[in-house]
């Protein structure tokens, strides 16, 4: 089978603007929409990043619709879930995919993801380049916190997230991300 290129993404993309798709080996990887409650997860981490991030000037927060173009040998398109980039990285934004690694990335698993899966592609991420990234489970209410060369580390309810070589000062309570209970 021949391998396809961000060309032939961009193409696809195009003719299917209402898909997501990530370019990966080769091949084009067509995502499924997320259940809900992975979504509402997403989107408050994105939320309590970029308030924090926003009138600081410290960078740019992307959503899962963020394309980036990575620095492997086959110029893979990824899109994390939440994206972070620091300012000095990425002065002025780009209509195109980004091209460089997020410094800051999380990945929320949702009923179809694989929990194999996820880990393999924050693992790409940090040989790659990006500081820190973060798998997030809402089933387990749990988030998973990987470094490069470094054992991840398990957060629950009662911890709080910081990343202080990227975002000093930033603190996201776990807590705070699961979708809320309307009784």
């Known amino acids: 089978m021949p391998s396809l290129t961000v060309k032939d993404l961009e193409k696809l993309q195009l003719q299917h603007p209402d898909y997501r798709m990530e370019l990966v080996g080769g091949e084009i990887i067509f995502m499924s929409p997320s259940g809900l409650e992975?979504?509402?997860v997403?989107?408050?981490i994105a939320?309590?990043?970029r308030n924090w991030v926003r009138p600081r000037k410290l960078g740019r927060v992307s959503g899962s619709s963020g394309g980036f173009r990575l620095p492997n040998?086959?110029?893979d398109v990824r899109a994390p879930d939440v994206s972070f980039i620091l300012a000095e990285r990425l002065p002025r934004t780009t209509e195109d995919y980004a091209e460089l690694v997020p410094d800051l990335m999380f990945e929320i698993k949702s009923k179809t993801d694989s929990l194999t899966k996820l880990p393999q592609k924050i693992q790409e991420f940090l040989e790659l380049g990006t500081k820190l990234g973060v798998?997030?489970?809402p089933r387990t209410?749990?988030?998973?916190v990987y470094r490069l060369d470094a054992d991840k580390i398990v957060l629950k309810d009662e911890d709080v997230l910081q990343v202080p070589e990227l975002l000093p000062g930033w603190e996201?309570?776990?807590l705070e991300v699961w979708a809320p209970e309307f009784d």
Not at 141 to 144: G, I, L, V
């Open 38 to 40: 992975s979504q509402e």
């Open 135 to 137: 798998l997030v489970d």
């Open 73 to 75: 040998e086959d110029g």
């Open 141 to 144: 209410r749990t988030m998973e």
């Open 172 to 174: 996201l309570p776990v």
């Open 47 to 49: 939320a309590q990043l």
């Open 42 to 44: 997403a989107i408050e």
